[in-house]
């Protein structure tokens, strides 16, 4: 029987070179995103639409997302693996958060994913069925950044509020692990990028010498998905070309 998978945040940059690599992979894919006619687009373009169910999801709308495991459900007849990849960010100092800055980042990345999990694992206990679950964290849950305060409260929370999960999951044989990107070539780092100097000075911290590409931090997700890695629950894999290592050493500069 063909294996289904969820994957959020799949119109662009991480999120869709998990949805290539899952299809590849021999998945059904229900991909799912708030810039829905983005995502539409590219399914057709891609030539995916026999292997890729496109739909509009914004995951801090908690009963659309409860919804969609539903439909996905209906459809399908299960949920198998969950990539949690839907996410964003911005840079505004402590001054200039306000509770709804705040809430929103929240809300996109934490309780939407939480209660996505929720939704899938309840489906997957209900057929007594293993199931695996993945949460994209960051490197920023680990080493903080001035002017992201939100943001690294967010993924640090993801990551922390995954591994109690993955304790109450497991004897469901249901695994719930995060993958923590570091520094990517993505929309959310073209900032970055287009300032010489700056992506120079970024490059510079990273052991290898370089940002990783999208489909680098995808085959991270499809390991921990997949049977590969039927022994991992409850832990963070770091895909950063050895930044978090290296931290002590930039310190002792």
């Known amino acids: 029987m063909q294996s289904v998978a969820i994957v959020t945040g799949a119109a662009h940059g991480i999120g869709r070179a998990c949805v290539e690599r899952l299809a590849a992979d021999g998945y059904q894919v229900v991909a799912s995103d708030v810039d829905g006619d983005g995502l539409y687009t590219w399914v057709e373009q891609a030539g995916l639409r026999d292997t890729v169910e496109a739909r509009t999801l914004d995951v801090a709308d908690v009963p659309a997302g409860q919804a969609l495991v539903a439909d996905t459900v209906a459809s399908y007849g299960r949920v198998d693996a969950l990539a949690n990849v839907a996410g964003y960010t911005s840079r505004q100092l402590l001054e200039e958060i306000d ?43 680990e080493s903080a950044e001035p002017g992201q305060a939100h943001y690294c409260s967010a993924k640090g929370a993801l990551r922390t509020v995954t591994r109690a999960i993955a304790q109450e999951l497991a004897p469901h ?19 970055v990028r287009s300032k010489s100097e700056l992506y120079e000075q970024r490059k510079a911290t990273v052991p290898l010498g370089r940002y990783a590409s999208a489909d680098e931090i995808a085959s991270c997700v499809a390991f921990l998905l997949s049977p590969r890695s039927a022994y991992v629950t409850g832990t963070t894999l770091y895909a950063d070309g050895g930044y978090l290592a290296a931290l002590g050493k930039m310190r002792n500069w």
């Open 99 to 141: 509770t709804d800055i705040w809430n929103g980042m929240l809300d996109v990345l934490v309780r939407g994913p939480v209660f996505l999990t929720k939704a899938v694992a309840e489906d997957m206990i209900r057929r007594g069925e293993p199931g695996s679950i993945v949460q994209v964290s960051s490197i920023r849950s």
């Open 173 to 191: 044989q249901i695994r719930v692990n995060c993958v923590g990107p570091g520094l990517t070539a993505t929309r959310m780092t073209a900032d």
